[in-house]
């Protein structure tokens, strides 16, 4: 690792869900730190202060690209125990949702690491700086963390560990109570000086294994250590006139290239919140058709990726989508999980700095608290990725000892020839690719970051594993026009409120041709964007009552 820089970007952007972890990441910029630096110490600050969505129990994938570089695809999901037996749910019974079998190996803490190595300035242990002081002191409880914990109190409330940290007498936590997490802050404290060994090879990863097999799971020691993050190219579209880029199965993010293909192969400006709406969830559903059908861990399973972006491919997907009588419908028989917490919960984190560093950075629990299983000796809160495998015989995405699952996660960069126009990503589970169609629409369109993020939005199928095909979620302010064209397509409405997050809530930073950087929070989440060092300096760390 080089001598960190003592001359911060002179030009900065950076976007996240919480503001604390906006702060965590000028703060980096400000020591010398560049974009990645800056959206690692943000990701390591959400795992304390957005609990719900992230932990350092979770997974990660990202897109990073430094000026004079090609851009790489960082994929720190972990996988599947090798004693992993998908026999033991029955023949054909599907996967739970939550509890200790829907474990895998966590791979955020290997995945911070890489990014560090690959494009980071700053030592890796300077990073959890802020993480460690918001465990150790205490945070005001978000909005969005008590709304989650109310929701799914009687469940959460079954785990002694989630108890333990996130109740009080007289129940969960509410907005604003004090979020103290002192073995938390231990274990980040570990990781900063240990690195990822600390975690993969030491006492905190051995405690997350006793704690798992005593509650029934194969997980072991040897899963932990065998972990190891891949490094690969993205791939990428060009949608009028950029190219986006993502990250490869066993990410979903192809399946966003195939729905931007067929908006490219109609060739008219189709209008997502009128009467065109029923084309674009034709082409949502054919998309999610064929991630159910193909989507899996490549090292184990074959993935025709080539032949799901052909262009012959995309043209039937467009052509399907406005024929006269194309209805959406069942997705047909592919397994899911049984029932489904309330929401999918992920964060992103975006940035870009005048330097040429550009990063998106997906890291999340998959489902609201993930698996509902805490560790009380280390405070790690653990995912619940497992719970996307198929059990099905012969599905691609079968249960394998040894695989990752598919994942939802898929980080966006965006660039016009050689040069990154943008750090795009959102939360919001199978929906991911629809909720960035939306963005790159609307920017299409010549909105503003921060307008974009906006306007109403509406998904179909939800995003959990198991939310049915043939439904749409509509925010209340979605015009009737669009809500009318969903109802005519054949799919069941549900209207949300205003700003919903069951729509998902994104990140943005664009560079604009003068060079200067733009970013937006989506305004369904609790986050901040900064696009400059100078106007403020970084928040305090927040006394809580």
């Not at 009737?480 to 799919?491: F, K």
């Amino acid at each position: 690792m080089s001598t960190p820089s003592p001359t911060p970007p002179t030009a900065f952007a950076l976007a996240t869900p919480h503001a604390l972890a906006t702060s965590a990441g000028q703060e980096a910029v400000r020591d010398g730190g560049n974009a990645v630096d800056a959206a690692l110490a943000a990701a390591i600050a959400l795992t304390v202060v957005y609990p719900h969505q992230c932990s350092v129990g979770g997974d990660l994938i990202a897109l990073v690209s430094r000026r004079g570089e090609q851009p790489i695809a960082v994929n720190g999901s972990g996988a599947a125990p090798l004693a992993a037996d998908p026999d033991a749910f029955g023949r054909h019974g599907p996967m739970p949702v939550t509890g200790p079998l829907t474990v895998t190996v966590p791979g955020v803490v290997a995945g911070w690491a890489g990014l560090s190595r690959a494009a980071g300035r700053l030592p890796f242990g300077s990073l959890f700086t802020r993480a460690i002081a918001y465990a150790r002191e205490g945070v005001p409880t978000a909005p969005g963390v008590a709304h989650a914990l109310a929701v799914e109190a009687p469940a959460l409330a079954e785990d002694e560990g989630i108890r333990e940290v996130f109740f009080e007498a007289g129940g969960p936590l509410t907005t604003g109570r004090p979020l103290v997490q002192p073995a938390l802050a231990r274990t980040l404290a570990a990781i900063a000086d240990g690195g990822p060994s600390a975690f993969y090879q030491g006492a905190i990863g051995a405690s997350i294994v006793e704690r798992l097999r005593n509650l029934g799971s194969p997980i072991t020691r040897d899963d932990f250590d065998r972990h190891r993050t891949e490094t690969t190219a993205p791939i990428g579209r060009t949608f009028r006139g950029q190219e986006y880029l993502t990250a490869p199965p066993n990410s979903q993010g192809m399946h966003l290239l195939q729905i931007l293909g067929a908006l490219e192969h109609l060739d008219s400006g189709l209008d997502l919140l009128g009467t065109d709406a029923a084309v674009l969830a034709r082409i949502f559903q054919h998309a999610a058709r064929d991630r159910d059908t193909h989507l899996a861990d490549p090292r184990h399973a074959t993935v025709p990726v080539e032949e799901l972006l052909d262009i012959a491919h995309i043209a039937r997907i467009a052509e399907e989508a406005t024929h006269p009588t194309a209805r959406t419908g069942p997705l047909g028989p592919i397994a899911t999980a049984q029932a489904a917490r309330p929401s999918g919960d992920t964060v992103a984190v975006v940035a870009m700095d005048a330097e040429g560093n550009a990063i998106s950075l997906i890291q999340s629990l998959f489902h609201s608290f993930g698996s509902g299983i805490l560790d009380p000796a280390t405070g790690v809160l653990l995912h619940n990725r497992g719970s996307f495998f198929s059990l099905l015989p012969g599905a691609p995405n079968r249960l394998r000892g040894g695989s990752r699952p598919a994942h939802t996660l898929m980080p966006v960069l965006t660039r016009r020839g050689d040069s990154i126009t943008g750090a795009h990503g959102t939360m919001g589970g199978k929906a991911q690719p629809q909720i960035h169609t939306h963005i790159a629409l609307r920017l299409d369109a010549g909105d503003t970051p921060g307008t974009a993020l906006h306007r109403p939005r509406w998904v179909i199928g939800g995003m959990e594993v198991n939310a049915p095909a043939d439904t749409a979620f509509a925010e209340s302010e979605t015009p009737t026009t669009a809500t009318d064209s969903l109802r005519a397509a054949g799919l069941r409405l549900r209207i949300g409120g205003t700003l919903d997050e069951q729509v998902g809530h994104g990140q943005l930073v664009r560079a604009a041709p003068d060079g200067s950087l733009h970013a937006a929070a989506d305004p369904r989440s609790d986050g901040t964007a900064i696009e400059s060092l100078e106007p403020t300096t970084p928040s305090p760390i927040p006394h809580t009552p």
